[in-house]
Nanobody, 125 residues
Framework: QVQLVESGGGSVPAGGSLRLSCKSS????????KGWFRQAPGKEPEDIAA????????SYADSVKGRFTISRDNAENTLYLQMNSLKPEDTAMYYC??????????????????RGQGTQVTVSS
């Protein structure tokens, strides 16, 4: 069974940092696009970052650009999201996702075939 497992969420004050990790149970995603999206209560999912299979091309939402960094370690089947200068509006459940369907923009992580169970990030003011 394919699994994506996020970790690293938590509660931090504004201005703090967190590093999210997403470990996949299989190596099949090595050649796939991966990404992160988040969802706050009562809001639609927001795509925040995506990365190509080789880890050489990335894309970010304007809301996180310059503060968040996506990266991947294909040897370890792990995706990362380094989050700096966190703001209260970053509070949400964060999900990693993998495998972009045909016809879907590779930046649209919320529509990828596979997603993890989510990890909560809470930023206090």
């Amino acid at each position: 069974q394919v699994q994506l497992v996020e970790s690293g969420g938590g509660s931090v004050p504004a201005g703090g940092s967190l590093r999210l990790s997403c470990k996949s149970s299989v190596s099949k995603f090595t050649g796939e696009f991966k990404g992160w999206f988040r969802q706050a209560p009562g809001k639609e999912p927001e795509d925040i970052a995506a990365i190509n299979p080789g880890g050489t091309v990335t894309s970010y939402a304007d809301s996180v650009k310059g503060r968040f960094t996506i990266s991947r370690d294909n040897a370890e089947n792990t995706l990362y999201l380094q989050m700096n200068s966190l703001k209260p509006e970053d509070t949400a459940m964060y999900y990693c996702a993998a495998e972009c369907p045909l016809g879907v923009p590779w930046t649209n992580a919320a529509r990828f075939h596979y997603r993890g169970q989510g990890t909560q990030v809470t930023v206090s003011s």
